[in-house]
């Protein structure tokens, strides 16, 4: 059941790695970033990298692209409340 407090949120960027960060680097990063979750799931392939899992209430699911020899950074970033996983989970495998 769906409450007015629940918030879900897609979220899409991209840009230049001025950096000239590996993808490594930028998974170490966004690591960091989720200090404060609990990562279930981490899959990665020699352009992309995923994470996911729970923080607080939510449910996250981050993807990262690299492109173009490395120099262009897409990302996409799904929160959803745990409540509502069932109802979000088939979206995001859409969306991934």
């Not at 990298?49 to 173009?68: A, M, P, Q, T, W």
């Not at 409340?81 to 109802?87: I, N």
């Amino acid at each position: 059941m769906w409450d007015k407090n629940d918030v879900a949120s897609f979220v899409i960027y991209g840009g230049f790695n001025t950096g000239d960060r590996s993808l490594r680097q930028l998974e170490a990063s966004e690591r960091e970033s989720y200090s404060d979750a609990r990562i279930t799931c981490r899959r990665a392939n020699r352009n992309w990298f995923v994470l996911s899992g729970f923080r607080e209430r939510n449910v996250f699911y981050h993807k990262v692209i690299v492109s173009d020899g490395g120099r262009i950074i897409h990302g996409l970033i799904i929160t959803y409340p745990k409540a509502l996983k069932a109802a979000f989970d088939p979206v995001t495998a859409v969306m991934a």
